[in-house]
């Protein structure tokens, strides 16, 4: 382990959350035990809340209509003052802070609806409300704030001064150890100096979160947008999302108060982390959005188009793609309000649960919207503005394919989730192990590891040889559906033996095997969706009858199909070829399959004229709201 890596790990680890002092549906599904209890019945809401959500939804879809045109957002890259004011007016920018803070006060559940209402009409707006109230300073401060710190600044969070969330740097992704703003205590004040990267909402912010090293860790600060030394140098422009304002944003000797720290000092990357749990569940929320949608288009289009004598949609190769589109529009949705509601709940634990349904719901959402653009065909291709252009209906299919994209790199990559979900997944038998895996202990300290590993794993792997899943008749209430549930059941213990093999065969080199734990990780997510599709169709029965049993079928036995495809990758897999591969690409081996192409980022007479310089960057601060 190089001096890097293990620095690198050693903050990660400082910045988990390290103990369970609530339940956890996740954490014992990845350990082979089933908890149903904790999911079903799904909590409910209180009645009035239920009441003032449904509310906000209708002001807000009565707004996004009259008010609010995506065309020209699209077009323009630019989302107009009057719709931010707009916003601001029915209290969007305020949805998540208490009423006693001049917010909304909505449950998450509702938080996520209108998020999710939002982003099937203008993603760009999903975004600007989610950076704003999921990670920018309203929810830092609701979990860690003080007082006069709430007092002072979530009022004008909810009155819709925008704020903005800065951690990544140019020479820093997913590696916080990295991390070179700092932020020096002098006095009254720290001053801080640095460059943030990809700002989502920072060119038009009013307050800022910004992360910043406090000697040799991590805090968290508010800072004015406006405060001297603050130079936002460019608007980034991106493949979707194009309304966004997100830049690069330079700090010079910008002092601020110290009781602007955000908790203690040293705190940053763990306020991060806990923001998130709850935090992460504005993506999947427009992940759901968007593949909602994505069902309604695939079914006018093809129940419209007729080719070969039939509408399009009864072909089966074009009927397997929209059962897929269908299935996983209600499993997104079944996933994102269970957790909501778990959220709203404060019961359990959902750190694991929201990190699966952020993971799932940007890759299944993007496929999804993939196969929507296949369906249409040239017209899925084609843009919205040349189709109105030559009098088509403007249905912006590849444009919705772009801005979800985004999905699978924000708030965590597909990649870190994997990694991230992984490490909480494994975290009992790693606790367990302890010393045992720990190449610096000695004999002694080895021997008393094994003998405690002994006794929980003689515990512990007995329990993964039968359970409810075996009964034929267990989950009942759920009926066509229970065998679902039975199998759901009968895999977690095979997925928590699967990990428990792994973790004999490789030990502690088992955290390097991430082609191994993706799989056990996308394993268990498949699962989180089958429980919460079955929940979410035994309630919606009541209203629709047997249709939501149909989806949740469907969808099922296509969840099985992609969990046992991935059982047979964990042992049959190119893992260690591709690494293998990949190290020799690196070191230059294979140059030659380069040969006979031209680079654009690099060839070519406009590349030297096309070079910024220092005088290039203009101060571009913020736009006047």
Same mark, same amino acid.
């Given at each position: 382990?190089?001096?890097?890596?293990?620095?690198?790990?050693? &903050?990660?680890?400082?910045?988990?959350?390290?103990?369970?002092?609530?339940?956890?549906?996740?954490? =014992?599904?990845?350990?082979?035990?089933?908890?149903?209890?904790?999911?079903?019945?799904a909590p409910k809401l209180p009645e009035e809340e239920i009441k003032k959500g449904d509310a906000f939804l209708r002001t807000l879809r009565r707004f996004l209509q009259e008010k609010v045109d995506p065309p020209q957002i699209e077009r323009t890259a630019v989302i107009p003052d009057e719709v931010v004011k707009g916003l601001a007016s029915i209290g969007a920018f305020g949805m998540t802070i208490e009423e006693e803070y001049g917010g909304l006060g909505l449950a998450?559940?509702?938080?996520?609806?209108?998020?999710? /209402?939002?982003?099937?009409?203008?993603?760009?707006?999903?975004?600007?409300?989610?950076?704003?109230?999921?990670?920018?300073?309203?929810?830092?401060?609701?979990?860690?704030?003080?007082?006069?710190?709430?007092?002072?600044? /979530?009022?004008?969070?909810?009155?819709?001064?925008?704020?903005?969330?800065? /951690?990544?740097?140019?020479?820093?992704?997913?590696?916080?150890?990295?991390?070179?703003?700092?932020?020096?205590?002098?006095?009254?004040?720290?001053?801080?100096?640095?460059?943030?990267?990809?700002?989502?909402?920072?060119?038009?912010?009013?307050?800022? &979160?910004?992360?910043?090293?406090?000697?040799?860790?991590?805090?968290?600060?508010?800072?004015?947008?406006?405060?001297?030394?603050?130079?936002?140098?460019?608007?980034?422009?991106?493949?979707?999302?194009?309304?966004?304002?997100?830049? &690069?944003?330079?700090?010079?000797?910008? #002092?601020?108060?110290?009781?602007?720290?955000?908790?203690?000092?040293?705190?940053?990357?763990?306020?991060?982390?806990?923001?998130?749990?709850?935090?992460?569940?504005? *993506?999947?929320?427009?992940?759901?959005?968007?593949?909602?949608?994505?069902?309604?288009?695939?079914?006018?289009?093809?129940?419209? @188009?007729?080719?070969?004598?039939?509408?399009?949609?009864?072909?089966?190769?074009?009927?397997?793609?929209?059962?897929?589109?269908?299935?996983?529009?209600?499993?997104?949705?079944?996933?994102?309000?269970? &957790?909501?509601?778990?959220?709203?709940?404060?019961?359990?634990?959902?750190?694991?649960?929201?990190?699966?349904?952020?993971?799932?719901?940007?890759?299944?959402?993007?496929?999804?919207?993939?196969?929507?653009? =296949?369906? #249409?065909?040239?017209?899925?291709?084609?843009?919205?503005?040349?189709?109105?252009? @030559?009098?088509e209906r403007g249905v912006p299919a590849e444009q919705m394919l772009r801005d979800l994209r985004i999905n699978r790199i924000f708030e965590g990559s597909t990649e870190i989730m994997h990694l991230l979900i992984a490490r909480e997944a494994v975290d009992a038998h790693l606790s367990v192990a302890g010393e045992l895996i720990n190449p610096k202990a000695d004999l002694k300290a080895k021997g008393r590891a094994a003998a405690k590993a002994g006794g929980f794993y003689?515990?512990?792997?007995?329990? *993964?040889?039968?359970?409810?899943?075996?009964?034929?008749?267990?989950?009942?209430?759920?009926?066509?559906?229970?065998?679902?549930?039975?199998?759901?059941?009968?895999?977690?213990?095979?997925?928590? #033996?699967?990990?428990?093999?792994?973790?004999? @065969?490789?030990?502690?080199?088992?955290?390097?095997? =991430?082609?191994?734990?993706?799989?056990?990780?996308?394993?268990?997510?498949?699962?989180?969706?089958?429980?919460?599709?079955?929940?979410?169709?035994?309630?919606?029965?009541?209203?629709?009858?047997?249709?939501?049993?149909? *989806?949740?079928?469907?969808?099922?036995?296509?969840?099985?199909? @992609?969990?046992?495809?991935?059982?047979?990758?964990?042992?049959?897999?190119?893992?260690?070829?591709?690494?293998?591969?990949?190290?020799?690409?690196?070191?230059?081996?294979?140059?030659?399959?380069?040969?006979?192409?031209?680079?654009?980022?690099?060839?070519?007479?406009?590349?030297?004229?096309?070079?910024?310089?220092?005088?290039?960057?203009?101060?571009?601060?913020?736009?006047?709201?």
């Amino acid at each position: 382990m190089t001096t890097d890596y293990a620095t690198a790990r050693e &903050v990660a680890e400082q910045a988990r959350e390290t103990e369970w002092t609530r339940p956890s549906f996740g954490r =014992q599904l990845f350990l082979g035990d089933f908890r149903l209890d904790l999911v079903h019945p799904a909590p409910k809401l209180p009645e009035e809340e239920i009441k003032k959500g449904d509310a906000f939804l209708r002001t807000l879809r009565r707004f996004l209509q009259e008010k609010v045109d995506p065309p020209q957002i699209e077009r323009t890259a630019v989302i107009p003052d009057e719709v931010v004011k707009g916003l601001a007016s029915i209290g969007a920018f305020g949805m998540t802070i208490e009423e006693e803070y001049g917010g909304l006060g909505l449950a998450h559940l509702y938080y996520c609806r209108a998020l999710q /209402l939002t982003a099937s009409y203008c993603p760009a707006l999903s975004a600007l409300l989610s950076a704003h109230q999921s990670i920018g300073v309203p929810q830092p401060l609701r979990l860690f704030g003080t007082p006069e710190q709430k007092e002072r600044f /979530l009022p004008r969070c909810a009155s819709g001064e925008i704020s903005a969330f800065l /951690l990544t740097e140019p020479d820093v992704g997913s590696d916080p150890a990295r991390l070179a703003t700092t932020a020096v205590r002098d006095g009254h004040s720290y001053v801080i100096d640095g460059v943030k990267l990809w700002t989502t909402n920072g060119v038009v912010a009013d307050l800022l &979160v910004v992360m910043a090293r406090t000697g040799a860790r991590i805090s968290a600060f508010v800072v004015e947008a406006d405060s001297p030394g603050i130079t936002v140098e460019r608007r980034n422009s991106f493949m979707g999302l194009r309304g966004i304002e997100n830049g &690069v944003t330079r700090f010079h000797q910008v #002092r601020v108060p110290v009781e602007n720290l955000i908790g203690r000092e040293g705190q940053g990357l763990k306020i991060a982390l806990t923001t998130l749990n709850t935090g992460r569940l504005s *993506l999947p929320a427009t992940c759901a959005g968007a593949a909602k949608w994505a069902t309604k288009i695939a079914r006018e289009w093809c129940g419209e @188009r007729v080719q070969w004598g039939r509408r399009l949609g009864e072909h089966e190769a074009v009927a397997r793609k929209i059962a897929f589109i269908a299935g996983t529009a209600y499993a997104l949705e079944a996933v994102v309000n269970l &957790v909501s509601r778990l959220a709203d709940d404060e019961r359990n634990d959902i750190r694991i649960e929201a990190a699966l349904a952020k993971l799932y719901g940007s890759e299944l959402a993007w496929q999804a919207t993939d196969e929507l653009v =296949q369906i #249409r065909g040239g017209r899925g291709y084609e843009t919205a503005e040349s189709l109105r252009a @030559r009098g088509e209906r403007g249905v912006p299919a590849e444009q919705m394919l772009r801005d979800l994209r985004i999905n699978r790199i924000f708030e965590g990559s597909t990649e870190i989730m994997h990694l991230l979900i992984a490490r909480e997944a494994v975290d009992a038998h790693l606790s367990v192990a302890g010393e045992l895996i720990n190449p610096k202990a000695d004999l002694k300290a080895k021997g008393r590891a094994a003998a405690k590993a002994g006794g929980f794993y003689a515990r512990w792997l007995p329990s *993964l040889v039968a359970g409810a899943g075996q009964l034929p008749n267990s989950y009942a209430e759920f009926g066509a559906l229970a065998h679902h549930l039975r199998y759901v059941e009968r895999t977690s213990r095979r997925l928590a #033996r699967s990990t428990f093999y792994g973790m004999s @065969r490789w030990q502690g080199r088992l955290e390097h095997k =991430q082609g191994f734990l993706s799989r056990i990780v996308d394993i268990g997510a498949e699962l989180f969706a089958m429980t919460a599709v079955c929940v979410q169709a035994q309630e919606d029965a009541v209203e629709y009858g047997r249709r939501p049993y149909e *989806l949740a079928d469907t969808f099922c036995h296509q969840a099985r199909l @992609r969990a046992e495809a991935m059982f047979d990758r964990l042992w049959e897999n190119t893992d260690s070829r591709d690494v293998r591969l990949a190290r020799l690409v690196l070191d230059g081996r294979y140059a030659f399959l380069e040969e006979g192409v031209l680079d654009p980022s690099l060839d070519g007479p406009w590349i030297a004229q096309s070079r910024p310089g220092p005088s290039d960057f203009e101060d571009v601060h913020r736009h006047v709201r």
